[in-house]
């Protein structure tokens, strides 16, 4: 079992910046991705970022690849994502996700442990 709490959202200005935090517990292991999604509301929720739990592989959808960055530490037992250049339509819960294997997979079905979401509102 897998325990994942996110932190770091807040309410911020277009252009500012946010850095989120998503801390795992329990049996994690060195094959398992990690991955952010992000539900806005009325819409279904969606991909964002992924990371392996081990090695350097990233995949990112295409609305934020130029300004999110997705990076673990390991011995933290932590993955973030670093949210730049933030716009009004990056407003959503933000979701930290864990699933078994290898895939970078950005199919919300996929992932089996899902952490309870931090808000981000960006106002204009």
């Known amino acids: 079992q897998v325990q994942l709490v996110e932190s770091g959202g807040g309410l911020v200005q277009g252009g500012d910046s946010l850095r989120l935090s998503c801390v795992a517990s329990g049996r994690i292991f060195s094959t398992y991705t990690v991955g952010w999604f992000r539900q806005a509301p009325g819409k279904e929720r969606e991909f964002v970022a992924a990371t392996r739990w081990s090695g350097i592989d990233t995949n990112y959808a295409d609305s934020v690849k130029t300004r999110f960055t997705i990076s673990r530490d390991n011995g933290k037992n932590t993955v973030y994502l670093q949210l730049n250049s933030l716009k009004p339509e990056d407003t959503a819960v933000y979701y930290c996700?864990?699933?078994?294997?290898?895939?970078?997979?950005?199919?919300?079905?996929?992932?089996?442990?899902w952490g309870q979401g931090t808000q981000v509102t960006v106002s204009t």
């Open positions: 996700a864990a699933r078994t294997g290898w895939s970078l997979s950005p199919i919300v079905g996929e992932y089996n442990y």
